[in-house]
């Protein structure tokens, strides 16, 4: 099982970026899948899910971040807009059987991958 994170950058603040995350050895349908990330000094904190149709996020992107699925490619993808420096973080995705109530919790995923550098610049 391999998830592979992509599409980190740098941005200016209020500019966009898409993250993808390349399952391998299982399918993202069959799981709750999601977004997490750390910046500098910080814990690796919840960003967004998606499990059985449904999406979560956390109420510091709610509103700008999209966290979709595309189940033929098998690829969950974060598209972020209106980027702000308090987005600057390795973004990891995740992969796992969390239920509704532990769907933001980092324990309740098995499956992580690399990370990918997303640094917003003022």
């Known amino acids: 099982v391999q998830l592979q994170a992509s599409g980190g950058g740098l941005v200016q603040t209020g500019g966009s970026l898409r993250l993808s995350c390349t399952a391998s050895?299982?399918?993202?349908?069959?799981?709750?899948m999601a977004w997490f990330r750390q910046a500098p000094g910080k814990e690796r904190e919840f960003v967004a899910a998606?499990?059985?149709?449904?999406?979560y996020y956390a109420d510091s992107v709610k509103g700008r971040f999209t966290i979709s699925r595309d189940n033929a490619k098998n690829i969950v993808y974060l598209q972020m807009t209106s980027l702000n420096a308090e987005d600057t973080a390795v973004y990891y995705c995740?992969?796992?059987?969390?239920?509704?109530?532990?769907?933001?919790?980092?324990?309740?995923?098995?499956?992580w991958g690399q990370g990918t550098l997303v640094t917003v610049s003022s």
């Open positions: 995740a992969g796992g059987r969390p239920i509704t109530s532990t769907i933001r919790l980092r324990d309740s995923y098995n499956y």
């Open positions: 050895g299982f399918t993202v349908s069959n799981y709750g």
């Open positions: 998606i499990r059985l149709g449904s999406t």
